[in-house]
């Protein structure tokens, strides 16, 4: 009988399958070196203690279980008596890592510092590509980078020496594309401060984006909480062919589900069309389900996988799936909470936005609805890259068709940008001819990093508030998320398609069926792209990258001087003062749409992401003010005048007023990042009250002393007025289940009473108690 948690000599076995490249990559080092570490017993998954626990859940079940099932119910903390209800109970986890990017591992070391703990329990890993701007090229911006943000990238490399995380420096690449080479496989429970953590789940693994304060919790060794999820079933028939991409299926799906179809769920792919999708094209579909709100997405082990396993120099891993298969696939008979099917052979290429990530059309019928609705069709800028898609797959295929634009002549009439995700696929196109090609038709090839995806782009073709028109392949387009600029109408679709519209330069060219014309006049159609899913030869590993921590940190410093305006040590929150909130101003009604780009924008703000107060000046000014349909522009209810939403907020609390705020369906969707509601907190806010709310903002809030509530009758969001005052009744026996009541006085006098609802659960409920999930955990260490 075979040994299945992987031991460091079969993991060595492994990493020697990569001899014939003449240097082991940092990856693999990584690899080696973190399982010779104390971590080595729960570096990769006990696939015999998966095993067990889903044997012991299923027999209690009674049922046959979905695959996500399986990964979930495999990392209870107490598979034996945990109680488990879809959509409704929590549910204790052992997740297996952390993953943090650099802009949100910030605030998640300083709480995990003011924690107490001398090491994580947990292997962790930091990965620096969120503060990286496109603005020149790759090594210029790179260099510039680590100078700008010297003081932070420093901080992370000595706090993660000290407290044993590992840390991937400034040109690694991007943290899911690391993660998709490096740590995930099939079974691994894997959490990361980032939305498109589910990334990982095009290996079949359960990834999911959490908050700082909830990596803390893993990090610390406290059982993890997680509503039991609910599954939505997209069962695949049928094969990708010809323009269709894997960027596709999530296109549709967003379409059918919209932003928050999918909260509160793992959508589970299967099916007999998946074994037409690459690995990598996988993890596209995964990525983008952060888009449709849902937990995680994940597919089914197969020999895609086990092919990447293998090419990325894991092939130890892939041969003990391979005898663990049929745990790493759902039951037979197992039932899902919804089903969308879905058929490859029919799919046609699609183009979603702008504005809003679920507005998915046709690419064949977008240019029609962008004349009907005054869209600009001219294309000034493709874009293609990002986590969501930048592998060697994605660039090869765009390669292809920028290959046959060169021969014929052409060059891109838009502006072309390429984002390689990691440093191995960098190397590796540019060792392959890829990024010369890419080059010649007029492309600038950027840092392996987020960039313009995440609003690092130092964009200067257009002026703002211009009307213009980019696409690209991120995974985002809320309004100004890009480049800052409300009225720049952004488009997501595949790499493919945006390299076809930025050779052609218009919205309304379809590669199916349009033509392009050469310089000499003859008029051509775009071949249907091709690519190799993954390099002919190995993976070439580019530079070292990856700085492994020491095995005793506990002498090393971690400095952060008071006098720093990107770092600051957090002090504890407030608890709770044992009484009802009463008289709370309305900070805002917000009208709208209202994501966590909205609450806490990125861009030029995330220089301040380690440093609470600076970047508490940015909370809420994209939000749209119902009283006046103005953004951060709000009237000040001490002073009667009108002034920004920080500067309010920051008046109110100076003065001793607790404030809430009012907003609509589905508030806080987007990124992972707590900021949005560590802002509020810090600037005086008590509670937050909306129709509903997206899963990972709804948990910050909560993790950080506030109150996420929802309007029992969601039409009562119409009566609260901007110069109400409103308190919270029912705290003094607050329970799980039980509804909280707000006492709403208007201004002319009248009052009436709302009642609210909550999510919370015991634990959660300490949590508000002492103000804090960190503040609670401190508590319970004495």
């Given at each position: 009988m075979a040994t299945y948690c992987l031991t460091v000599a079969r993991l060595q076995l492994a990493l020697g399958h990569g001899a014939r490249r003449l240097h082991v990559s940092a990856a693999y080092r990584a690899k080696a070196e973190v399982a010779m570490s104390r971590f080595e017993p729960t570096s990769f998954v006990n696939y015999k203690k998966l095993q067990s626990n889903v044997d012991v859940v299923r027999k209690r079940l009674n049922r046959p279980l979905t695959l996500s099932e399986k990964i979930v119910y495999g990392h209870l903390d107490d598979p034996h008596n945990q109680e488990i209800d879809r959509g409704r109970t929590y549910l204790r986890l052992r997740p297996d890592r952390v993953a943090m990017q650099d802009a949100t591992a910030q605030m998640a070391m300083l709480q995990f510092i003011s924690s107490g703990l001398p090491r994580v329990a947990v292997p962790s890993t930091i990965h620096c590509d969120h503060l990286i701007e496109a603005q020149i090229g790759g090594d210029q911006d790179l260099a510039r980078a680590k100078e700008m943000n010297h003081e932070v990238y420093n901080f992370l490399s000595s706090a993660g020496a000290k407290y044993g995380v590992g840390f991937w420096k400034p040109g690694s690449g991007i943290?899911?594309?690391?993660?998709?080479?490096?740590?995930?496989?099939?079974?691994?429970?894997?959490?990361?401060t980032d939305s498109h953590t589910p990334n990982g789940g095009g290996l079949g693994a359960i990834c999911i984006g959490v908050g700082g304060a909830d990596a803390v919790d893993v990090m610390a060794g406290i059982p993890w909480e997680l509503k039991c999820p609910k599954v939505i079933g997209v069962r695949l028939t049928g094969s990708l062919s010809g323009w269709t991409s894997p960027k596709d299926v999530i296109l549709k799906v967003a379409g059918i589900l919209t932003v928050k179809g999918g909260t509160g769920a793992i959508v589970e792919y299967h099916g007999p069309g998946v074994d037409s999708i690459s690995c990598t094209g996988m993890a596209t579909i995964c990525n983008m389900g952060a888009e449709i709100g849902a937990t995680t997405s994940v597919f089914p082990y197969n020999h895609r996988m086990r092919t990447y396993l293998e090419k990325t120099g894991r092939g130890e891993i892939a041969a003990v799936a391979d005898e663990y298969k049929d745990l790493l696939v759902p039951d037979e008979g197992c039932e899902y909470d919804q089903i969308i099917e879905l058929n490859l052979d029919e799919l046609r290429p699609h183009i979603n936005g702008p504005f809003t990530p679920d507005l998915a059309h046709p690419v064949s019928e977008v240019g029609?609805?962008?004349?009907?609705?005054?869209?600009?069709?001219?294309?000034?800028?493709?874009?293609?890259?990002?986590?969501?898609?930048?592998?060697?797959?994605?660039?090869?295929?765009?390669?292809?068709?920028?290959?046959?634009?060169?021969?014929?002549?052409?060059?891109?009439?838009?502006?072309?940008?390429?984002?390689?995700?990691?440093?191995?696929?960098?190397?590796?196109?540019?060792?392959?001819?890829?990024?010369?090609?890419?080059?010649?038709?007029?492309?600038?090839?950027?840092?392996?990093?987020?960039?313009?995806?995440?609003?690092?782009?130092?964009?200067r073709d257009v002026k703002k508030g211009e009307k213009n028109t980019i696409v690209t392949s991120f995974n985002r387009n809320f309004t100004a998320r890009n480049d800052a600029n409300p009225a720049t109408h952004a488009f997501v679709t595949s790499p493919e398609i945006v390299t076809a519209l930025a050779i052609a330069g218009t919205l309304d060219f379809n590669p199916e069926t349009d033509y392009l014309t050469a310089?000499?006049?003859?008029?051509?159609?775009?071949?249907?792209?091709?690519?190799?899913?993954?390099?002919?030869?190995?993976?070439?590993?580019?530079?070292?990258?990856?700085?492994?921590?020491?095995?005793?940190?506990?002498?090393?410093?971690v400095d952060v001087s008071p006098r720093s305006t990107r770092l600051q040590l957090l002090e504890p929150f407030d608890n709770w003062s044992g009484n009802d909130l009463e008289d709370m101003v309305v900070l805002i009604k917000v009208k709208g749409k209202c994501t966590t780009d909205h609450i806490s924008a990125a861009g030029p703000w995330l220089k301040f992401r380690g440093h609470l107060d600076n970047i508490s000046n940015n909370m809420l000014i994209g939000a749209v003010n119902s009283e006046n349909d103005a953004v951060n522009k709000i009237k000040n209810h001490l002073t009667g005048e009108y002034g920004g939403v920080p500067d309010v907020a920051r008046h109110y609390k100076a003065n001793g007023v607790s404030?809430?705020?009012?907003?609509d369906d589905n508030y806080g969707e987007g990124s992972s990042r707590e900021h949005a509601a560590l802002e509020p907190r810090h600037l005086g806010g008590r509670a937050i009250i909306v129709k509903s709310f997206a899963r990972i903002h709804e948990?910050?809030?909560?993790?950080?002393?506030?109150?996420?509530?929802?309007?029992?009758?969601?039409?009562?969001?119409?009566?609260?007025?901007?110069?109400?005052?409103?308190?919270?009744?029912?705290?003094k026996s607050f329970a799980p289940g039980r509804p909280l009541a707000a006492v709403v006085k208007h201004s002319d006098g009248s009052q009436e009473t709302l009642e609210l609802n909550h999510s919370f659960n015991e634990t959660q409920i300490e949590w508000f108690q002492s103000g804090s999930a960190l503040n609670r955990m401190k508590e319970l260490q004495h």
């Open positions: 943290i899911h594309q690391i993660i998709l080479e490096n740590y995930a496989y099939p079974g691994v429970m894997l959490i990361g029609a609805v962008a004349k009907k609705n005054g869209w600009p069709l001219e294309v000034k800028v493709g874009l293609i890259g990002s986590c969501t898609n930048s592998s060697y797959e994605d660039m090869g295929r765009a390669a292809s068709l920028a290959k046959q634009a060169l021969d014929k002549g052409l060059k891109c009439k838009a502006q072309f940008t390429v984002t390689p995700g990691s440093e191995q696929i960098r190397a590796t196109i540019e060792r392959d001819g890829y990024s010369r090609i890419l080059r010649d038709v007029g492309g600038v090839v950027l840092a392996n990093a987020c960039g313009p995806c995440i609003g690092q782009w130092d964009r310089p000499n006049g003859e008029k051509f159609k775009l071949v249907p792209p091709t690519g190799d899913e993954l390099p002919a030869r190995d993976f070439d590993p580019g530079q070292d990258t990856y700085q492994h921590p020491p095995s005793d940190g506990t002498s090393l410093m404030w809430v705020v009012v907003g948990t910050n809030l909560k993790k950080q002393g506030l109150l996420p509530l929802t309007f029992s009758n969601p039409s009562d969001y119409d009566k609260i007025r901007p110069d109400d005052k409103i308190s919270i009744k029912g705290l």
